[in-house]
């Protein structure tokens, strides 16, 4: 049986638990927020399966429900929020407005968040930025789990990328993905549901191609498009971890010491003005990119993030269906707390 569920009624539930598991308003609140939105969307692999990896970090003590966020003083380019060892969304929503008046006075501006624990996607962050009519480019690393192009041994975190482009009166052009052939919650969706995985996703412990999801994560996830995919995850590495003074994935593991909890690490995320790249220059940056889109949709391609903006429309106008499993997993998670989880 399907239970349906309006948008404010699952954010209300996810908030309420994230607060019986201890966290304070600013965090269960950010949190809310984005898993809703990824169980709007039909992003189930950032959805609330994600709350279980929440509560774990939690009980674990590897993650700081209670944190406050703090903005460092300055005027330049680099807007530093520190997470205090909370999750990154708050954080996110803390640097967010002061990110957005320095790109605009300046051009360009990029905020760094600094020691947090990240688990969600980055398209929520791109469309927070679009929003204020601002190019957004986001990424982070997570924990080592890819294997470089070439090897066979996790090193790369699966390093997502994020990009967004405001377009006036419309769904901002948005992308978000991992580096990895698909990201790690992908993999572990599959194995929940006793699925197989596409071939070329992973090899195994011992560096072989593999299908079966429990040894994909306990070998190496593959970077996607092979060296290309390996030379952006590695950049990932470089930009959003050593240049912020955060960690790498190989460190975030070594911080961490598994898998099974949300890593700790930094995010990196830069916001440019069209209008004052395009200053001077002929053309107006928005309509060219207008022309750009309907090329691209006028042979029949899709724009990346259309079947999302689609689901999101019918959650919308028909609320978001979870299945009988999910409605009764976060009924649990209220009802016990820490406890429903080992
Ligand atoms: P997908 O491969 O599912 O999708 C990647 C992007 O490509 C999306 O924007 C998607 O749009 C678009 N797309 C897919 N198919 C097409 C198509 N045929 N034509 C045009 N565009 C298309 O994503 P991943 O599995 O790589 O990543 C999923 C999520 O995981 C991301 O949101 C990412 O941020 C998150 N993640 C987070 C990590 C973290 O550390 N926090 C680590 C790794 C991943 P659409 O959605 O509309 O299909
Ligand atoms: O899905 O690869 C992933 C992931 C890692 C950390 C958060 N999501």
Redesign the pocket.
């Known amino acids: 049986m399907q239970h349906i569920m309006s948008i404010p009624a699952l954010r209300d539930r996810i908030d309420a638990i994230l607060r019986r598991a201890g966290m304070n308003d600013i965090q269960a609140r950010a949190l809310a927020t984005v898993i809703t939105a990824?169980e709007r969307?039909?992003?189930k692999?950032?959805g609330i399966y994600r709350i279980e990896g929440v509560l774990r970090t939690l009980k674990a003590g590897k993650v700081n429900g209670n944190a406050h966020p703090m903005l460092h003083p300055g005027e330049g380019p680099i807007v530093r929020v520190d997470a205090c060892g909370g999750f990154s969304s708050p954080a996110f929503e803390m640097g967010l407005p002061v990110l957005v008046d320095r790109a605009r006075r300046l051009g360009l501006a990029a905020m760094v968040v600094n020691d947090c624990t990240?688990?969600?996607?980055?398209?929520p962050e791109v469309e927070a930025v679009t929003e204020h009519g601002l190019a957004a480019l986001v990424m982070?690393?997570?924990y080592a789990s890819v294997a470089p192009a070439g090897g066979n041994r996790p090193l790369l975190?699966?390093?997502?990328l994020?990009f967004g482009w405001p377009r006036p009166d419309r769904a901002p052009y948005?992308?978000?993905?991992?580096?990895?052939?698909?990201?790690?919650?992908?993999i572990e969706l599959h194995r929940r549901a006793g699925k197989p995985l596409p071939e070329g996703w992973a090899v195994d412990a011992e560096g072989r191609p593999t299908t079966d999801p429990g040894a994909a994560l306990a070998g190496a996830m593959l970077p996607?498009g092979g060296h290309k995919g390996s030379a952006i995850g590695t950049m990932i590495e470089l930009l959003a971890g050593a240049m912020i003074g955060d960690l790498t994935s190989p460190e975030a593991l070594a911080h961490l010491g598994t898998t099974t909890l949300a890593?700790m690490h930094g995010e990196l995320v830069l916001a440019f003005s069209p209008e004052a790249f395009a200053a001077g220059r002929p053309g107006n940056p928005f309509a060219r990119a207008e022309a750009l889109f309907d090329a691209i949709t006028g042979q029949g391609?899709?724009?990346?993030?259309?079947?999302?903006?689609?689901a999101r429309a019918k959650a919308e106008a028909r609320g978001i269906e979870l299945t009988e499993a999910e409605a009764a997993q976060l009924q649990r998670f209220l009802d016990l707390g820490l406890d429903a989880v080992g």
């Open positions: 990824g969307d039909a992003c692999s950032h990240h688990f969600s996607a980055l398209w982070c690393p997570s975190g699966t390093n997502p994020a948005v992308f978000d993905f991992a580096t990895s052939v698909a990201a790690r919650g992908e996607f890593p391609a899709r724009l990346p993030s259309e079947r999302r903006f689609a």
